[in-house]
C-alpha cells in the first residue's frame, strides 16, 4: 500500500564543491556553480506546490555558499523542514547566520580522535567540528553528530558516543557506508548485525531498514524497493532537475522558472516510472534515497524503519511539524 503519490523530500545541492576530500565521496571531484537565491526562490515555491515536506540543502558542503542562510530563512518561511549536513569547517563562521533555521543540523564526524576523522576526511577538520559543537550549544542549537561507518572507523563507534554525543547531549546518527560509481564500500553481515544492536542505545539512531536492505542483496529491479524518482526531487547547482537520483543520474533537465510544471511533464513522469527497475538500480543500498522510499510505501521495510524513524523525530521535535 502507498501512503503517498506525492514527492516529499527535495535534496537541493547548493554547490557540488567542497573543502574536504572523503575518501568514500567523489562529489568533491566535481566542478560547480553556486545555486542562485532567485532560482531557489521560484523552486522552493513549486516545491511546496508539489507537496515535498523536507528540504535537505546539501552538497558538496553547504555552508561554501555565502547567502546559505538566506535560502535556509526562504524554506522555513515556507513552512518546511529543513536539514544540512556540514564537516564543521565553516560552521563557526557561519552559525550566527544559520541560528534556528535548521531543524535538523548534522556534523559530519567519523572517529573521536582528530589523526583517525582528518585522514577519513582528507583535510585537518575535527577540531573544527569540536568548535561547532560548542558553538551551536551556546546558540542554543541541538546538533546531531553524523558517523559514516566504513570497516576502518567501526571500532571509533563506543568512543564517539560516549566521549562526545553523550556529555553534549548529542543524538549519534549511524550512516552505513554504501558505493557508487566505484566510490565507497560495502560492510559484512557480521558488521551490519554489529550496527543493528547499535541502533537500541539511547540516543542512537540508526534505520535498521538499511542493514534489513543490505543483508537482502539491496533494491531487486524485479521488485524494486527503491522510490527514487516519486519520493526525492533532486535540484542540481546548474538549476536542473536530475532524474531519477543524484548517483544514477541519467538525465537532467534544465528547470528555467517551470520545476512545478516541469517534474509532471509526460517525460519526467516516465522516467520516474523506472525507479528501482533500471539495471544500474539492482543491488542499490543508497541511504539517502531508500530512507524517503520506506516511509512512504508499507512493506516489510516500512515495518524495519518506523521505530528509528519514530525514535528520532521524538528526540528532535519535529514529529509536530511532519504532523502539521
Not at 546538533?143 to 558516543?161: C, G, H, K, R, S
Request: glycine share 8%.
Amino acid at each position: 500500500m502507498r501512503l503517498t503519490h506525492k514527492p516529499v523530500l527535495c535534496n537541493y545541492y547548493l554547490t557540488y564543491r567542497c573543502n574536504a576530500k572523503c575518501g568514500f565521496c567523489d562529489i568533491w571531484e566535481r566542478p560547480s556553480p553556486y545555486v542562485t537565491l532567485e532560482a531557489a526562490a521560484q523552486n522552493l515555491a513549486d516545491l511546496r506546490r508539489l507537496g515535498v515536506r523536507i528540504i535537505d540543502f546539501t552538497g558538496g558542503e553547504p555552508l561554501l555558499h555565502r547567502e546559505v542562510g538566506g535560502l535556509l530563512q526562504m524554506a522555513k518561511d515556507l513552512g518546511f523542514i529543513t536539514t544540512l549536513t556540514t564537516n564543521g569547517l565553516l560552521y563557526p563562521k557561519r552559525a550566527e547566520a544559520l541560528r534556528g533555521l535548521v531543524d535538523m543540523l548534522h556534523f559530519s564526524l567519523d572517529a573521536a580522535d582528530a589523526h583517525t576523522h582528518d585522514t577519513m576526511r582528507g583535510v585537518a577538520c575535527f577540531d573544527k567540528v569540536m568548535e561547532s559543537i560548542a558553538v551551536a550549544k551556546t546558540l542554543g542549537e541541538r546538533p546531531d553528530i553524523l558517523f559514516t561507518v566504513l570497516a576502518n572507523n567501526l571500532d571509533q563507534l563506543e568512543a564517539v558516543y560516549s566521549q562526545i554525543c553523550q556529555p553534549n547531549g548529542l543524538v549519534l546518527i549511524i550512516n552505513p557506508a554504501f558505493s557508487y560509481n566505484e566510490v565507497g564500500t560495502q560492510l559484512t553481515s557480521e558488521q551490519l548485525q554489529t550496527l543493528h544492536r547499535w541502533g537500541k542505545r539511547p540516543g542512537v539512531y540508526l534505520n535498521d531498514a538499511f542493514i534489513q536492505l543490505r543483508l537482502d542483496g539491496g533494491n531487486q529491479t524485479d521488485r524494486p524497493v527503491c522510490l527514487a524518482g516519486s519520493t526525492t526531487v533532486v535540484i542540481s547547482p546548474e538549476n536542473e532537475l536530475v532524474l531519477p537520483c543524484y548517483h544514477l543520474g541519467l538525465k537532467s533537465f534544465p528547470i528555467e522558472g517551470r520545476l512545478y510544471s516541469l517534474y509532471q511533464s509526460t517525460e519526467v513522469q516516465q522516467l520516474i516510472a523506472l525507479e528501482g527497475r533500471l539495471p544500474a538500480c539492482q543491488g542499490c543500498v543508497v541511504n539517502c534515497y531508500m530512507q524517503p522510499s520506506f516511509g512512504v510505501k508499507v512493506n516489510r521495510y516500512f515495518w524495519k524503519a518506523l521505530p528509528s524513524t519514530l525514535k528520532y523525530n521524538r528526540l528532535k521535535g519535529t514529529w509536530k511539524q511532519l504532523l502539521g
